[in-house]
């Protein structure tokens, strides 16, 4: 049996922000509690939500409906996992009284793949924190509403860093909302300073459409990439460039 997602509910409602976080295959939610402490501590208003993956036993969760797919069985049980999970976040909004652009999902490797396919269904987030993920194809069009983080150790054994810089350029070719960070030193794991960037990316970049409402020219963007150094405590990136 599917375990019922972990919540973690505001101290003070109403709710401002919903956090959907994806963990990655072959593990459960405590994966990334790392990460839901970042996150609570700079979005007190905000609901938290760790599903469960679907597939698998105990603690070697999957996402996706087979284990060890080809590349091609892969792309389309990334979209079907896309799929389900649309229609749970799409419950979650109206629980809590909540729009897309109010929703971050969050994903590490299997978990980001499918956060990345489901930003793809119009209207039903704003922000994606896609941690050391594998992509199985280079993307053919860029999500209508929704600014992506990419965010990667550059020593990644399992999801190397050349692919997220193909998908990153391929995304600003595209115009897409998308910013880039790779950690020196950093395997496939979520390290602090990925998580520490990835909260700064939140708090600081304006997406792209935005400025087009304000400044009226559809031009007027920054693509985005930055090296992060896994040993500081100031990692770059706290400027708003979108």
Known sequence: MRPEPL????????????????????????????VVAA????????????PYAPFGDQEERRWIAQAAPDAESYVQL??????????????????YGLR?????????????????????????????LLFSTRFATLPESAPPATTLHLLHGAQDPVAPADQARQVHARFADLNADVTLDIAS????????ALIQQAIVRLQTCVPLRSWEAAMGAPDARVDEYSAVDPDSKNPPGSRTLH
């Not at 996150?39 to 760790?50: E, G, K, M, T, Y």
């Not at 030193?185 to 602090?192: D, R």
């Open 7 to 34: 919540l973690i509910l505001p101290a003070v409602p109403p709710a401002a922000q919903l956090f959907v976080l994806l963990h990655g295959e072959s593990a459960d939610p405590a994966q990334l509690l790392n």
């Open 39 to 50: 996150i609570r501590q700079a979005f007190s208003s905000a609901v938290i939500i760790q």
């Open 78 to 95: 990334v979209a079907d996992a896309a799929a389900s999970l649309a229609g749970e976040i799409r419950a979650w909004q109206r629980q």
């Open 100 to 128: 897309g652009e109010q929703t971050a999902i969050v994903g590490f490797s299997e978990g980001a793949a499918v956060a990345l396919e489901a930003c793809s269904i119009p209207g039903l987030a704003g922000r994606a």
């Open 185 to 192: 030193g950093v395997g496939h794991h979520l390290h602090a």
